[in-house]
């Protein structure tokens, strides 16, 4: 398993723009290209996929408001499930 991060300050309209692309990727059916720091990984989720999203507010004497939103989606890729079928049928 590799995780691949990416944190970085964006203008509101860079960070609509990529949002925007990657929900055009995911809708077309074909693969989603995503970039994380000097990395690039094509995804190519099968449909449905799980969809989750949480919203932080947090209040801090130090540190002042802060808001946040954390978008997640997840599935299990489309050659792995039907490999683990394959491998799970002939054991049978």
Avoid: H
Wanted: aromatic share 2%; hydrophobic share 35%.
């Amino acid at each position: 398993m590799v995780d691949t991060v990416s944190a970085e300050k964006l203008e509101r309209e860079e960070a609509a723009e990529r949002l925007r692309e990657l929900a055009d990727e995911l809708e077309s059916g074909d693969a989603s290209t995503v970039r994380a720091g000097n990395k690039t990984v094509e995804l190519r989720p099968p449909s449905p996929i799980a969809y989750e999203v949480s919203v932080r507010e947090r209040s801090s004497i130090l540190r002042g408001q802060r808001e946040s939103v954390t978008i997640k989606m997840d599935w299990r890729p489309s050659n792995v499930s039907e490999a683990g079928d394959a491998a799970g049928a002939e054991a049978e």
